[in-house]
């Protein structure tokens, strides 16, 4: 069964930017959650989705946002972009039908904002 | 409010010896452990988790952890190194139905010949 699939890869981009990330979670998982990751903060959880709705939400701000589509594939934005914003975004799924409470990880995709 | 500390920043071990990582963890209700793996320019690997049941939980690549719940620990043992065990290791804590990880600040792992 194929992993946790991030796309891009690798982002830079330039303050005042936007951007999306994407994830498409393990199949048949229905719960997607994100988390950033930086040197100085560590891992910090965004947020989680199941069947599109946002269940959980760490301590962000509103330039962070999020979507789930009914196909389970995951979408975050990050508007206004930051430098503070360089990070590596991690996406995890969990299937709360079976392997419940264990999430899965991604490769993360690294954003770099000039 | 759910925490984890992993107090040791960075180890350095020989290859063939034993490892062993400390995490402790606050959680106001019943934990859930998990112990991840990070490859430099990776994402994280499951290593374990412990939900209930048995203390001593085995895990991949030849990793276990005990949990005690007297001393709010999550210790990561492994008898003997591999130099590909080179990595950052996470230790996190969640519960049921609670998909927030909180984790800890990592533990370097550094193996020399």
């Known amino acids: 069964k194929a992993g946790v699939t991030q796309t891009p890869r690798y982002l830079i981009k330039t303050r005042g930017q936007q951007v999306t990330l994407s994830c498409s979670p393990i199949s048949g998982h229905r719960s997607v959650s994100w988390y950033q990751q930086t040197p100085g903060q560590g891992l910090q959880f965004l947020f989680e989705y199941f069947s599109e709705t946002q269940r959980n939400k760490g301590n962000f701000p509103g330039r962070f946002s999020g979507r789930q589509f009914s196909n389970s594939r995951s979408e975050m934005n990050v508007s206004t972009l930051e430098l503070g914003d360089s990070a590596l975004y991690l996406c995890?799924?969990?299937?709360?039908?079976?392997?419940?409470?264990?999430?899965?990880f991604g490769p993360g995709t690294r954003l770099t904002v000039l | 409010a759910q925490s984890v500390t992993q107090p040791d920043i960075h180890i350095t071990v020989s290859e063939g010896a034993s490892l062993e990582l400390r995490c402790n963890y606050s959680y106001g209700a019943t934990p859930y452990l998990f112990w991840y793996v990070q490859s430099p320019g990776q994402g994280l690997q499951l290593l374990l988790k412990?939900?209930?049941?048995?203390?001593l939980v085995q895990g991949i690549k030849g990793f276990e952890a005990e949990f005690k719940r007297s001393q709010s620990s999550f210790n990561l043992r492994k008898p003997s190194v591999h130099w590909s065990d080179a990595a950052e290791y996470f230790c996190a804590v969640g519960g049921s139905n609670d998909y927030k990880l909180s984790f800890g600040a990592g533990t370097t792992v550094t193996v020399r010949a």
């Open positions: 412990y939900f209930s049941g048995d203390t």
């Open positions: 995890a799924s969990s299937n709360p039908a079976g392997d419940t409470d264990t999430q899965y």
